[in-house]
């Protein structure tokens, strides 16, 4: 008799922590998901003051990128592996060494730059939208640089890219953002990892 | 938390044992074959690492390339060139070894398995293997290596603080003896 009540306590025990372990700890948190993806843009567009400053570290020791840097950068629902290339006109031939095993790409452009520095931003995007490893993947195209008087507008950008007519098919993000403010970069890159979760549901056959 | 130990119920005089010995077994003969593959390749990957050929051909390598390794965040451009041929030379040596003694062995398998058994298999092979699918580990080897070449070897007596509980105790900490971690 003297036993089953010490098992029953027992099991009360166990009974209890677990309830209190699911209403109050909920156990371990659950790892969250990482995705790799390539981030690029022409020298001087922002890219690793941006990332630096999602990872919440000092940009005051900035320079320009001249080969490649790896950060993983937290975000609420994922992890972002991002590969970061310098953007200076002898290192953009590279890019494309770095496009294996991408599952999404982010863009930064100066909205603010020169007509030519537009021009070959544009000319880098179509060339990033069509190529073969990255056609099929969602994109990220941060219009960087808000803040600044010369900046030009959400809409003036969407034209001049030709998003919609060149990037039929894909699934792009157009998000116009500036280092002062960090809320518009982060709700891009959600709004671009709810992307890269659809296509990871995608690409597994039999996944809900 | 797992109720691992076997659930006793006293009864009066009969003492009666539950265990899960049958739920065990069936676990055991089902994932046995799987698992006897992989330990054997662990155990010959083993030899091939501890071989001198392989050590001789690591450190060739690394000689050849380790002075354009810096210890910076950012990555140069030529590290990349550098790990494909690391990749093309060391892991393909090791792949083109294991096939000798194992006809059907196939790496990418091999791989798949890894990442299931990785708290079962020495850091040390596990470090190594890591070199050939993650540039930063790939990265930190040469670092590691270069500083080592250098005379900069890794100095732990920093990191580790042994600091006596007992008041009464004889030994100061500055002359605790610190063991590099297992």
Excluded at chain 1, 13 to 20: D, L, N, T
Excluded at chain 2, 24 to 44: M, P, Q
Excluded at chain 2, 47 to 76: A, C, G, P, V
């Amino acid at each position: 008799m003297g036993q089953c009540l010490e098992l029953t306590a027992a099991v009360c025990r166990i009974g209890v922590y677990s309830c209190f372990r699911a209403f109050c700890c909920k156990g371990p948190p659950s790892p969250r998901t990482e995705y790799d993806v390539v981030c690029v843009g022409l020298t001087g567009s922002g890219k690793s003051s941006l990332l630096t400053q999602l990872c919440s570290e000092s940009t005051e020791s900035i320079i320009p990128t001249t080969g490649f840097s790896i950060k993983a950068v937290p975000f609420q629902n994922a992890i972002l592996n991002v590969k970061e290339l310098g953007g200076a006109d002898n290192i953009r031939k590279y890019w494309s060494r770095y496009y294996q095993g991408s599952q999404g790409v982010v863009f930064v452009l100066d909205s603010a730059s020169s007509e030519d520095d537009l021009e070959t931003a544009r000319n880098e995007l179509h060339s990033a939208l069509q190529h073969p490893q990255l056609c099929t993947m969602p994109f990220l195209i941060l219009a960087n640089h808000q803040d600044k008087p010369a900046a030009r507008s959400l809409q003036e950008i969407k034209k001049y890219f030709e998003l919609e007519p060149l990037a039929r098919g894909q699934r792009w993000i157009l998000q116009p953002c500036s280092v002062e403010n960090m809320d518009a970069v982060k709700e891009g890159f959600n709004q671009f990892i709810n992307l890269l979760e659809e296509n990871d549901h995608e690409h597994i056959p039999g996944r809900i | 938390m797992a109720w691992k130990s076997p659930v006793v119920f006293g009864t009066g005089d009969r003492v009666v044992e539950m265990e899960d010995a049958e739920e065990e077994n069936l676990a055991i003969s089902v994932s046995s074959d799987v698992d006897a593959e992989f330990d054997a390749v662990v155990g010959h990957l083993e030899d091939i690492i501890m071989d001198e050929e392989f050590q001789q051909l690591q450190r060739h390598f690394m000689d050849k390339y380790y002075l354009e390794f810096e210890n910076t965040e950012e990555n140069k451009l030529s590290y990349t060139p550098i790990f494909q041929e690391y990749i093309d030379l060391l892991e393909k040596y090791i792949e083109q070894q294991l096939i000798e003694r194992i006809p059907a062995f196939n790496m990418t398998t091999f791989n798949t398995s890894l990442q299931q058994h990785k708290d079962e298999i020495s850091g040390d092979i596990f470090d190594m293997l890591l070199t050939f699918t993650d540039f930063l580990a790939f990265k930190e080897m040469f670092l590691d290596y270069r500083a080592e070449k250098e005379g900069r070897g890794l100095d732990f007596s920093g990191d580790l603080v042994v600091t006596s509980l007992s008041k009464s105790s004889s030994l100061s900490p500055a002359s605790n003896n610190i063991r590099p971690f297992q």
